[in-house]
Protein backbone atom coordinates (compact mmCIF):
# COMPACT_ATOMS: atom_id res chain seq x y z
CA UNK A 1 0.00 0.00 0.00
CA UNK A 2 3.10 2.71 0.64
CA UNK A 3 4.63 1.85 -2.30
CA UNK A 4 1.34 2.32 -4.24
CA UNK A 5 0.66 5.42 -2.17
CA UNK A 6 4.62 6.75 -3.32
CA UNK A 7 4.64 5.86 -6.99
CA UNK A 8 0.91 7.10 -7.20
CA UNK A 9 2.54 10.83 -5.93
CA UNK A 10 5.41 10.75 -8.07
CA UNK A 11 3.40 10.39 -11.19
CA UNK A 12 1.92 14.12 -10.28
CA UNK A 13 5.42 15.21 -9.86
CA UNK A 14 7.04 14.15 -12.59
CA UNK A 15 3.80 14.88 -14.88
CA UNK A 16 4.13 18.92 -13.71
CA UNK A 17 7.85 18.43 -14.69
CA UNK A 18 6.72 17.62 -18.38
CA UNK A 19 4.77 20.53 -18.85
CA UNK A 20 7.71 23.13 -17.80
CA UNK A 21 10.05 22.00 -20.53
CA UNK A 22 6.48 22.83 -22.85
CA UNK A 23 6.39 26.20 -21.17
CA UNK A 24 9.77 26.92 -22.45
CA UNK A 25 8.76 26.81 -26.51
CA UNK A 26 6.11 29.31 -25.81
CA UNK A 27 8.95 31.95 -25.50
CA UNK A 28 10.24 31.32 -28.78
CA UNK A 29 6.61 32.73 -30.04
CA UNK A 30 6.89 35.61 -28.65
CA UNK A 31 9.81 36.76 -30.25
CA UNK A 32 7.56 35.90 -32.87
CA UNK A 33 5.22 38.98 -31.86
CA UNK A 34 7.45 41.51 -32.15
CA UNK A 35 7.99 40.63 -35.86
CA UNK A 36 4.24 41.55 -35.83
CA UNK A 37 4.71 44.55 -34.53
CA UNK A 38 6.06 45.60 -37.67
CA UNK A 39 2.47 45.09 -38.94
CA UNK A 40 0.64 47.85 -36.40
CA UNK A 41 0.25 49.97 -39.36
CA UNK A 42 -2.99 48.72 -39.27
CA UNK A 43 -3.59 51.40 -36.38
CA UNK A 44 -2.62 53.91 -39.45
CA UNK A 45 -5.66 52.81 -40.95
CA UNK A 46 -7.60 54.11 -38.03
CA UNK A 47 -6.66 57.55 -38.53
CA UNK A 48 -7.50 57.15 -41.95
CA UNK A 49 -10.88 55.97 -40.75
CA UNK A 50 -11.47 59.48 -38.68
CA UNK A 51 -11.86 61.45 -42.28
CA UNK A 52 -15.24 60.39 -42.37
CA UNK A 53 -16.04 62.54 -39.12
CA UNK A 54 -19.64 61.56 -40.46
CA UNK A 55 -20.26 60.88 -36.55
CA UNK A 56 -20.77 64.89 -35.86
CA UNK A 57 -23.97 64.84 -37.75
CA UNK A 58 -25.28 61.97 -35.69
CA UNK A 59 -24.64 64.55 -33.16
CA UNK A 60 -27.00 66.49 -33.93
CA UNK A 61 -29.81 63.59 -32.87
CA UNK A 62 -28.70 63.73 -29.35
CA UNK A 63 -30.40 67.15 -28.80
CA UNK A 64 -34.11 65.33 -29.74
CA UNK A 65 -32.81 62.79 -26.92
CA UNK A 66 -32.74 65.48 -24.51
CA UNK A 67 -36.34 66.40 -25.22
CA UNK A 68 -37.59 63.55 -24.66
CA UNK A 69 -36.48 63.59 -21.20
CA UNK A 70 -38.34 66.55 -20.05
CA UNK A 71 -41.46 65.57 -22.03
CA UNK A 72 -41.27 62.08 -19.70
CA UNK A 73 -41.19 64.52 -16.64
CA UNK A 74 -44.26 66.23 -17.42
CA UNK A 75 -46.55 63.30 -17.43
CA UNK A 76 -44.70 62.32 -13.65
CA UNK A 77 -45.79 65.76 -12.64
CA UNK A 78 -49.12 65.29 -14.00
CA UNK A 79 -49.76 62.11 -11.59
CA UNK A 80 -47.95 64.22 -8.56
CA UNK A 81 -50.68 66.53 -8.82
CA UNK A 82 -53.83 64.23 -9.41
Do not use: C, E, G, Y
Request: proline share 35%; no cysteine.
Amino acid sequence: MFMMFMLHRASPDLQPRPPAPINQTPPPVPTSSPHLQPTPPAPTSSPINQPPPPAPTNQPPPPASTTSPPQSRPPAHTTSPD
